[in-house]
C-alpha cells in the first residue's frame, strides 16, 4: 500500500470531521474572494466622489466578511483539535493492541523498543494533517474561485488559469516520488539515531570508560552523517521548489499586471475591476505559495504515515474460538516429528522431537548451549509455533486451539523477562479484579518477596522503574515468579527462574515450586543442580534432538 493511500485510508476514519472542514473552507473560500468584489464597489464609489449610505453600507458588509472568515477559521481549528485528539488515541490504542500480539517471525529482526518508538511519528501526523486540512483545502479552494471570478473580468484570465494549473502539476508531478523518497531515507536514519542513544542510555555504565566514550560518539557521529546526508538530499528537493515557486511568482505577476493594464489602458476594466483583481491574483498567488511550502509538510505526514503502517502491516497471532476450555481440568501436551527453524536460517533448532508430557510431571530439561532447550519450551509454552510436526493439547491439535485460553492456564518465566513500570501489585496481579487478598500473600510469601515488601514504605504500592532498575537481580525474579504462580496454573514453564538467588532462598522457592501438594507441571532449564533433583523426569536436548528421556 502506498503511503498516499495510507493517508487516505486514515482521513477516511474520520470522514465527518474531514467533510466538516471543507463545507467551512468552501464558505471561507467564497466569502474571501467576495471581498475584492465590494472592494472594487467601494472604490467605485470613491471615483464617483460623493458619499452615500451604499458606500457605507458596503464598508460595514467587507468588515463582517472579514470576522466571519475569521470565525470560520476558529470552527476549523476546533474541529482539527478534535481531529488531532482522535488519532493520537487512536494511534496509541492501535500501538498498545497490536504489540504484544504481534507474531514472532515479524518480530525476530527487530527490537521491540525501536519499535515502539515509531509512536512519535503520530505527533507529526497530528500537525500535519491540521495544517494540510486548514491551509491546503483553503489554498485550494482559492486558487479555484479565484480563477473563476477573474474569467468573468475577462477571457484572458482564463489563460491565466490554464498556465497556473500546468506549472501547479509539473512542479509537483516531478518533485513528489523523489521528495517523498528523501523523506522516507531521511527518517530511517532518525531512527537510527535515536536507536542509538537509546542504547547509550540503556547500557550507560558501559560508556563512562574514555574509550567507550569516545566509540559511542564516534558510533553517534557515522549515524547523524548519513542522516544529514539525506536530510541535504530532502533539502534540494524543497530548495527546487521554492525556486520554481519564485520563478512562477515572477511569470504570473509579470503577465497579470501586464494584462491588466492593457485591459485598462484600452478601457475593457475600469481602476474598480483592475484593483480587485488584483486583490485576487495576491490571493491566488499566495495560496500557491502556501502549497508549495505546504509539501514538505505533505512528505513528513507521508513519511509518518508509512512508518507507523509498518507496524500496522506486521501478522498477528491468529486467535480461534474454542468450541470448549474442557481440555484444561488436566493439560496433556504431545509433540510427534515436530520441528523449528528461525526465519533466517536454514538449519532446524529442533529436530524432530517428539515427546509427551502428562498433567503434574516435574520435567527437567537440559543440554549445551545451543542445544534447543529455550526454543522448546518457547514452543511448548505456545510463544513459538512449530514450523512442522503435531503439537497436541488433550489430543487436539495446537493450531485449533484458542491460544488465549492455553495462556491463561500456564505461567512463564522466559530469558530476558522482567518487571514493567508500575506497583509492585501491578507486576503480580495485572489488577485482576479476581485475585483475593489471601492469593497475594500466598504467592508473596512462597517466593520469599515478603521481606522486601515489608521493608517499603508504600509496600504493594511501591512503583517499580522500567527493567525493575531500583530492585536487585533476585528479587526482580522474585516478582516474576510470585506472577507465575498468582493464578494457580497448570503448568510451568521456566528459564533460569532462580539463578540470581542466594542459594538458601533459591532452595526454598525451588523446593515450594516442586512440592507434591501442587499438582501444576513443571518444564524447567536452569543451570541450578537442585531443580533437577526435584524432578520426576528428565530430559536431554543434543543439536536439536532428545538424546535422553529419563523417568526417575
Given at each position: 500500500m502506498t503511503p498516499l493511500k495510507r493517508y487516505y485510508n486514515l482521513l477516511g476514519l474520520e470522514k465527518k470531521d474531514v467533510m466538516q472542514l471543507f463545507f467551512y473552507a468552501i464558505f471561507?473560500?467564497?466569502i474571501s474572494l467576495s471581498l475584492p468584489l465590494g472592494i472594487q464597489a467601494i472604490v467605485n464609489f470613491i471615483q464617483a466622489g460623493r458619499i452615500s449610505a451604499s458606500w457605507i453600507v458596503l464598508i460595514i458588509l467587507v468588515v463582517l466578511g472579514v470576522a466571519l472568515v475569521g470565525i470560520l477559521s476558529l470552527m476549523q481549528l476546533r474541529i482539527t483539535?478534535?481531529?488531532?485528539?482522535?488519532?493520537?488515541?487512536?494511534?496509541s490504542f492501535d500501538f498498545a493492541s497490536r504489540i504484544p500480539k504481534i507474531k514472532f517471525e515479524s518480530m525476530y529482526n527487530v527490537y521491540p523498543p525501536e519499535l515502539a518508538n515509531r509512536f512519535f511519528d503520530t505527533i507529526s501526523i497530528q500537525k500535519g494533517t491540521s495544517?494540510?486540512?486548514i491551509d491546503f483545502s483553503a489554498a485550494i479552494l482559492q486558487i479555484i474561485f479565484g480563477i473563476l471570478l477573474l474569467s468573468l473580468y475577462h477571457p484572458y484570465f482564463i489563460l491565466f488559469g490554464i498556465l497556473l494549473m500546468v506549472l501547479l502539476y509539473v512542479i509537483f508531478k516531478f518533485s513528489y516520488r523523489v521528495g517523498l523518497e528523501t523523506s522516507l531515507s531521511e527518517s530511517h536514519f532518525k531512527y537510527k539515531v535515536a536507536s542509538w542513544l537509546q542504547e547509550m542510555a540503556r547500557n550507560n555504565f558501559s560508556f563512562r570508560k574514555n574509550l567507550n566514550y569516545d566509540f559511542a560518539l564516534e558510533k553517534n557521529n557515522t549515524l547523524v552523517t548519513d542522516y544529514l546526508g539525506y536530510r541535504e538530499k530532502h533539502f534540494k528537493i524543497?530548495?527546487?521548489?521554492?525556486?520554481?515557486?519564485?520563478?512562477?511568482k515572477m511569470i504570473i505577476t509579470t503577465c497579470l499586471l501586464s494584462i491588466g493594464g492593457y485591459l485598462v489602458i484600452t478601457q475593457q476594466m475600469n481602476i474598480?475591476?483592475?484593483?480587485?483583481?488584483?486583490?485576487?491574483?495576491l490571493l491566488v498567488i499566495n495560496s500557491v505559495e502556501k502549497i508549495i511550502l505546504g509539501l514538505e509538510t505533505f512528505y513528513d505526514v507521508l513519511t509518518s504515515v508509512e512508518k507507523i503502517g509498518s507496524i500496522t502491516d506486521m501478522d498477528l497471532e491468529e486467535e480461534t474460538a474454542a468450541e470448549n476450555d474442557y481440555c484444561f481440568t488436566n493439560i496433556q501436551l504431545?509433540?510427534?516429528?515436530?520441528k523449528f527453524r528461525f526465519p533466517d536460517t536454514k538449519s532446524d533448532v529442533l529436530k524432530s522431537i517428539s515427546l509427551k508430557i502428562a498433567q503434574g510431571e516435574k520435567i527437567f530439561i537440559e543440554g549445551e548451549n545451543g542445544s534447543g532447550k529455550t526454543t522448546l519450551i518457547r514452543v511448548l509454552s505456545g510463544l513459538l509455533q512449530p514450523t512442522s510436526g503435531v503439537f497436541l493439547i488433550n489430543d487436539d491439535t495446537f493450531r485449533k486451539i484458542n491460544l488465549q485460553q492455553y495462556r491463561s492456564q500456564i505461567g512463564t518465566i522466559l530469558n530476558g523477562e522482567t518487571p514493567f513500570e508500575g506497583t509492585i501489585l501491578e507486576n503480580i496481579t495485572f489488577n485482576d479484579p479476581n485475585v483475593k487478598s489471601e492469593d497475594i500473600r500466598w504467592a508473596i510469601d512462597a517466593v520469599q518477596l515478603g521481606g522486601l515488601i515489608r521493608s517499603l514504605p508504600q509496600g504493594l504500592d511501591t512503583?517499580?522503574?522500567?527493567?525493575?532498575?531500583?530492585?536487585?537481580?533476585?528479587?526482580?525474579?522474585k516478582i516474576l515468579l510470585a506472577r507465575s504462580i498468582i493464578h494457580k496454573p497448570k503448568i510451568l514453564f521456566y528459564e533460569n527462574p532462580t539463578d540470581n538467588m542466594d542459594e538458601e532462598v533459591a532452595n526454598e522457592v525451588i523446593d515450594f515450586i516442586m512440592s507434591d501438594k501442587h499438582q501444576w507441571t513443571v518444564i524447567v532449564s536452569s543451570k541450578n543442580e537442585r531443580w533437577k533433583t526435584k524432578c520426576s523426569r528428565n530430559i536431554i536436548l543434543q543439536n536439536g534432538k532428545v538424546v535422553t528421556d529419563l523417568k526417575k
Amino acid at each position: 500500500m502506498t503511503p498516499l493511500k495510507r493517508y487516505y485510508n486514515l482521513l477516511g476514519l474520520e470522514k465527518k470531521d474531514v467533510m466538516q472542514l471543507f463545507f467551512y473552507a468552501i464558505f471561507a473560500g467564497l466569502i474571501s474572494l467576495s471581498l475584492p468584489l465590494g472592494i472594487q464597489a467601494i472604490v467605485n464609489f470613491i471615483q464617483a466622489g460623493r458619499i452615500s449610505a451604499s458606500w457605507i453600507v458596503l464598508i460595514i458588509l467587507v468588515v463582517l466578511g472579514v470576522a466571519l472568515v475569521g470565525i470560520l477559521s476558529l470552527m476549523q481549528l476546533r474541529i482539527t483539535e478534535n481531529l488531532q485528539q482522535k488519532i493520537f488515541v487512536r494511534s496509541s490504542f492501535d500501538f498498545a493492541s497490536r504489540i504484544p500480539k504481534i507474531k514472532f517471525e515479524s518480530m525476530y529482526n527487530v527490537y521491540p523498543p525501536e519499535l515502539a518508538n515509531r509512536f512519535f511519528d503520530t505527533i507529526s501526523i497530528q500537525k500535519g494533517t491540521s495544517k494540510l486540512l486548514i491551509d491546503f483545502s483553503a489554498a485550494i479552494l482559492q486558487i479555484i474561485f479565484g480563477i473563476l471570478l477573474l474569467s468573468l473580468y475577462h477571457p484572458y484570465f482564463i489563460l491565466f488559469g490554464i498556465l497556473l494549473m500546468v506549472l501547479l502539476y509539473v512542479i509537483f508531478k516531478f518533485s513528489y516520488r523523489v521528495g517523498l523518497e528523501t523523506s522516507l531515507s531521511e527518517s530511517h536514519f532518525k531512527y537510527k539515531v535515536a536507536s542509538w542513544l537509546q542504547e547509550m542510555a540503556r547500557n550507560n555504565f558501559s560508556f563512562r570508560k574514555n574509550l567507550n566514550y569516545d566509540f559511542a560518539l564516534e558510533k553517534n557521529n557515522t549515524l547523524v552523517t548519513d542522516y544529514l546526508g539525506y536530510r541535504e538530499k530532502h533539502f534540494k528537493i524543497i530548495q527546487r521548489q521554492f525556486s520554481q515557486l519564485i520563478v512562477f511568482k515572477m511569470i504570473i505577476t509579470t503577465c497579470l499586471l501586464s494584462i491588466g493594464g492593457y485591459l485598462v489602458i484600452t478601457q475593457q476594466m475600469n481602476i474598480g475591476q483592475f484593483v480587485a483583481a488584483e486583490i485576487i491574483i495576491l490571493l491566488v498567488i499566495n495560496s500557491v505559495e502556501k502549497i508549495i511550502l505546504g509539501l514538505e509538510t505533505f512528505y513528513d505526514v507521508l513519511t509518518s504515515v508509512e512508518k507507523i503502517g509498518s507496524i500496522t502491516d506486521m501478522d498477528l497471532e491468529e486467535e480461534t474460538a474454542a468450541e470448549n476450555d474442557y481440555c484444561f481440568t488436566n493439560i496433556q501436551l504431545e509433540i510427534d516429528s515436530l520441528k523449528f527453524r528461525f526465519p533466517d536460517t536454514k538449519s532446524d533448532v529442533l529436530k524432530s522431537i517428539s515427546l509427551k508430557i502428562a498433567q503434574g510431571e516435574k520435567i527437567f530439561i537440559e543440554g549445551e548451549n545451543g542445544s534447543g532447550k529455550t526454543t522448546l519450551i518457547r514452543v511448548l509454552s505456545g510463544l513459538l509455533q512449530p514450523t512442522s510436526g503435531v503439537f497436541l493439547i488433550n489430543d487436539d491439535t495446537f493450531r485449533k486451539i484458542n491460544l488465549q485460553q492455553y495462556r491463561s492456564q500456564i505461567g512463564t518465566i522466559l530469558n530476558g523477562e522482567t518487571p514493567f513500570e508500575g506497583t509492585i501489585l501491578e507486576n503480580i496481579t495485572f489488577n485482576d479484579p479476581n485475585v483475593k487478598s489471601e492469593d497475594i500473600r500466598w504467592a508473596i510469601d512462597a517466593v520469599q518477596l515478603g521481606g522486601l515488601i515489608r521493608s517499603l514504605p508504600q509496600g504493594l504500592d511501591t512503583k517499580i522503574f522500567p527493567e525493575g532498575k531500583q530492585l536487585s537481580s533476585s528479587n526482580s525474579k522474585k516478582i516474576l515468579l510470585a506472577r507465575s504462580i498468582i493464578h494457580k496454573p497448570k503448568i510451568l514453564f521456566y528459564e533460569n527462574p532462580t539463578d540470581n538467588m542466594d542459594e538458601e532462598v533459591a532452595n526454598e522457592v525451588i523446593d515450594f515450586i516442586m512440592s507434591d501438594k501442587h499438582q501444576w507441571t513443571v518444564i524447567v532449564s536452569s543451570k541450578n543442580e537442585r531443580w533437577k533433583t526435584k524432578c520426576s523426569r528428565n530430559i536431554i536436548l543434543q543439536n536439536g534432538k532428545v538424546v535422553t528421556d529419563l523417568k526417575k
